[in-house]
């Protein structure tokens, strides 16, 4: 009876083994082993590139500091021009110019011509000398007053024009005195007030129409005009008499 026992066991025991010989990783092959060495290369390659622009970026940030340095240092420098240099290289120095307490601006129209201009805080730039840098000119102060007071003049000419336009408006001579001998000496208002009438036209004027008597005096103006009727034609039937 323990014969079939032990051999249950010994059949056991071999699937385990077997379990575990299966989980465990199979020796790689040649092309493995290529990849690998080859992953391994690139990985080598990028971190040594890596480091040398770790490198490159401290000894220019290096640099800069020094040049900002001596910049701040000479006095009869306000500001300073840097040759064009990439987006990572402009960086580093407005970061360094900041660190010093000085003022930078990029200038340039595409990416390989932009450059930097550092400057004092107590030479800072005005807005019309950074406009002239972002066309692209050269900025001279004398022709930027010039063209300030050719501005403040045009806008002194500006303001003045309504008045000069006022002005010229307003006649010299009066028109009554230069046409007068077309419309007369006397306006077209007064001459209606002194307006007398012409009466062979038939044109009587309203104030010669105003009836100004009164009623009773209107009635006996027509009962004496009757009786005058009568009178003159004795043959003529007399009519009832108005009351």
């Given at each position: 009876?323990?014969?079939?026992?032990?051999?249950?066991?010994?059949?056991?025991?071999?699937?385990?083994?077997?379990?575990?010989?299966?989980?465990?990783?199979?020796?790689?092959?040649?092309?493995?082993?290529?990849?690998?060495?080859?992953?391994?290369?690139?990985?080598?390659?990028?971190?040594?590139?890596?480091?040398?622009?770790?490198?490159?970026?401290?000894?220019?940030?290096?640099?800069?500091?020094?040049?900002?340095?001596?910049?701040?240092?000479?006095?009869?420098?306000?500001?300073?021009?840097?040759?064009?240099?990439?987006?990572?290289e402009r960086s580093i120095l407005h970061?360094?110019?900041?660190?010093?307490?000085?003022?930078?601006?990029?200038?340039?129209?595409?990416?390989?011509?932009?450059?930097?201009?550092?400057?004092?805080?107590?030479?800072?730039?005005?807005?019309?000398?950074?406009?002239?840098?972002?066309?692209?000119?050269?900025?001279?102060?004398?022709?930027?007053?010039?063209?300030?007071?050719?501005?403040?003049?045009?806008?002194?000419?500006?303001?003045?024009?309504?008045?000069?336009?006022?002005?010229?408006?307003?006649?010299?001579?009066?028109?009554?005195?230069?046409?007068?001998?077309?419309?007369?000496?006397?306006?077209?208002?007064?001459?209606?007030?002194?307006?007398?009438?012409?009466?062979?036209?038939?044109?009587?004027?309203?104030?010669?129409?105003?009836?100004?008597?009164?009623?009773?005096?209107?009635?006996?103006?027509?009962?004496?005009?009757?009786?005058?009727?009568?009178?003159?034609?004795?043959?003529?039937?007399?009519?009832?008499?108005?009351?």
């Amino acid at each position: 009876m323990r014969k079939p026992v032990r051999s249950s066991y010994l059949f056991k025991m071999a699937d385990l083994l077997g379990s575990i010989l299966n989980s465990m990783e199979k020796p790689p092959t040649v092309g493995d082993q290529e990849s690998r060495r080859k992953a391994r290369e690139q990985a080598a390659r990028f971190k040594k590139m890596e480091e040398l622009e770790k490198r490159k970026k401290a000894e220019f940030r290096k640099k800069m500091e020094k040049e900002v340095s001596d910049f701040i240092q000479d006095s009869s420098q306000q500001k300073r021009k840097y040759n064009p240099m990439g987006k990572i290289e402009r960086s580093i120095l407005h970061d360094v110019a900041e660190v010093a307490g000085l003022t930078s601006f990029s200038f340039g129209e595409d990416e390989e011509s932009r450059y930097v201009m550092l400057f004092k805080k107590e030479f800072a730039p005005s807005d019309e000398e950074l406009e002239a840098y972002r066309k692209g000119e050269k900025w001279d102060p004398k022709v930027a007053e010039q063209r300030r007071r050719l501005k403040e003049q045009a806008v002194l000419e500006e303001a003045a024009s309504p008045q000069t336009e006022k002005t010229q408006a307003c006649p010299n001579s009066n028109y009554r005195d230069k046409y007068s001998h077309l419309i007369g000496t006397s306006a077209a208002k007064d001459a209606a007030h002194t307006l007398e009438a012409n009466r062979t036209y038939g044109c009587v004027p309203v104030a010669n129409k105003r009836d100004t008597r009164s009623i009773e005096e209107a009635m006996n103006e027509i009962r004496a005009k009757k009786r005058q009727k009568r009178e003159d034609d004795p043959g003529a039937p007399s009519g009832g008499a108005c009351s």
